[in-house]
């Protein structure tokens, strides 16, 4: 921010080049930071969950993202079956995987399964 | 005692035009959040004072955590995530105030952020990768024929990321709120009970550390929104990688 509004007078084109000089500079000063900081504590061990504040938030993280895949799936479901006008039928099966998708999403919130990328 | 709920009333402040207590908030909290950072950048010096020092950290803070996220790349999205963060935080940390309307805990304002968030990264992978963006839905190395549920899944997992992203926020907000006018409701009622009334510090006690619960999730929650907004803008920069 500041240094681009210390020179007024350059054009967007020089821009690009003086972002990635000052990206460079700072590289260079967090290293000297780092290298000149006494070396960091060893990190303590596991963190308890028993009386963790951020559990209730972990809590509400998953359970929002079980809820939301399933309700997902239902809106899904209903809009197919009111354009297409295929009875229940749209909204049981499209509710059955959205229970799958809310289980999806549950497994990648907690880390238990790779984030979403086709890896190719 | 008050209804717990009375709190998120929405009352039309003027007649005819649909300006509420809800506007009149957003309005409050943009000006504030407009004229703060005016404030702090009024004279930019190169050794910050103290207000300029807050702004650089919030500016530092949700930069990196953008380009933690989706690499330098990411940095033309930077004024959209940093609106949202800036948002979201005043607007929970406002609502704190008692009296203070909470414009979050209303799950229209919270879905209508999360639509622009998923807007911008539908939009924006369409126009930058085209169908290559229809990627995304396809994981790779699944067996021929599972690729259809696999496929009908993520798609579903897809649509449910505003849903989620705005619940997430809408519900910590709404249900912070509730728990506290609830507690402040047990003072009032234990107060007038007779000799119940020495009872009544307890849930003050709690009301007050409940209040600090809240400070933390105003800030945890906007942060989260910040993160998840990233991470879901990344998709839309690498889809497939």
Redesign the interface.
Known sequence: ??GN?TQPARGNAAEAPSGSDL?RRLERLGAEIDASRPAAEPSPGPASFTSD??AL?LA??LS??F???V???G??GWVIDRVVGTGPWGLIS?LI??F???M??LLRASGAAKP????? | MASPIEQFTIKPLIPGIGFTNSSLFMVGGVALIVGGMLYA?RN?S?VPGRAQAGAEIL?DFVAGTLTDATG?EGMKFFPLVFSLFMFVLTLNLVGLFPGFFTVTSHIVITFALAALVIGTVVVYGFVRHGTHFL??F????VPVWLLP?IV??????F???P??LS??LF??ML?GHIALKVFGGFVVALGGAGVLAVLSPLPLLMAIALTA?EF??AG??AY?FTVLTCIYLN?ALH???
Do not use: K, W, Y
């Open positions: 921010m500041n509004d990206s504040p951020s938030g509400f993280r929002a993202e809820v939301a895949g309700l997902a799936g809106l899904l499209c995987l959205g799958c998708a809310g999806l999403n979403a990328r086709s890896g190719g | 950048t930019r190169l500016h330098r990627g995304l396809v994981p790779s190395g549920f009908v899944i993520e798609v579903i997992s649509v449910s990321r849903i989620s619940l997430r519900a910590n249900a619960l933390l999730v945890l929650q989260v998709d889809p497939g990688h």
